[in-house]
């Protein structure tokens, strides 16, 4: 079955660690995504990557860094930068719209990440 | 200014009826249109999505794009309890293939 995984799907870190959530796909997709959803709230932007060797901040990408070294992968490392990071973080992946798709984004199943 | 707003709700509508839920967005290049439906601790999986000005039809749900008003919106008819969840418009900007996503409508059907 295609599709996309992320684990932890639970995960607690005391303050000051860093942790790395990771992000796998077998769809053949090029672009990846990192969002952070918080209660109530929607999806934020945190970093992307349209191709390997690639990527780009989104609109809260302090306190994170990732890597794009294999089109199936893209690890998210939350840093002890990142002031509140207590959320519930989505990792997802689209093809290109074109003949025959639609260009939407595809989720895995979320890593809810705790600071103790 | 936000890129894609929504009323946050809540909504509540009795099993039956048409819900409506409204999304606008301030991209005026803007080219695709997504309807997520979340359900409380689960990812958002896609529902509907449109391109062109209109309607467009599947099953009991209706998207409706009007890029003069850069408006979108999604009508669920014959509403039933399992279609309670938290409704996310997203919209593709003509400046990349970056998703922007609304804040989201909760959406409750009153058995």
């Known amino acids: 079955d295609g599709g996309i995984t992320q684990s932890p799907k639970y995960l607690f870190r005391k303050e000051g660690q860093n942790v790395t959530l990771s992000c796998e796909q077998n769809l053949n997709h090029d672009a990846m995504y990192w969002y952070r959803q918080d209660p109530g709230q929607g999806l934020r932007l945190i970093y992307y990557?349209?191709?390997?060797?690639?990527?780009q901040k989104g609109d809260i990408a302090e306190g994170y860094s990732v890597s794009r070294e294999k089109k199936e992968s893209f690890p998210l490392t939350v840093t002890s930068a990142q002031k509140n990071p207590t959320a519930f973080y989505l990792c997802a992946s689209s093809k290109s719209p074109g003949v025959g798709n639609t260009g939407e984004l595809f989720f895995g199943e979320g890593s809810r990440l705790t600071v103790l | 200014q936000k890129e894609v707003e929504q009323n946050s709700g809540p909504l509540s509508v009795p099993e039956g009826a048409i819900a409506s839920l409204n999304c606008t967005y301030s991209d005026r290049g803007s080219q695709s249109f997504f309807w997520y439906r979340q359900y409380s601790g689960k990812s958002p999986e896609l529902i509907m999505f449109?391109?062109?000005?209109g309607d467009k039809e599947d099953g009991r749900f209706t998207a409706q794009l009007n890029k003069a008003s850069q408006y979108v919106s999604l009508l669920i008819r014959d509403s039933q309890p399992s279609d309670s969840a938290t409704y996310l418009c997203?919209?593709?900007?003509?400046?990349?293939?970056?998703?922007?996503f609304g804040t989201g409508t909760s959406l409750t059907v009153i058995p």
């Open positions: 997203a919209v593709v900007t003509n400046t990349g293939n970056q998703f922007y």
């Open positions: 990557s349209q191709i390997v060797n690639d990527f």
């Open positions: 449109i391109y062109s000005n």
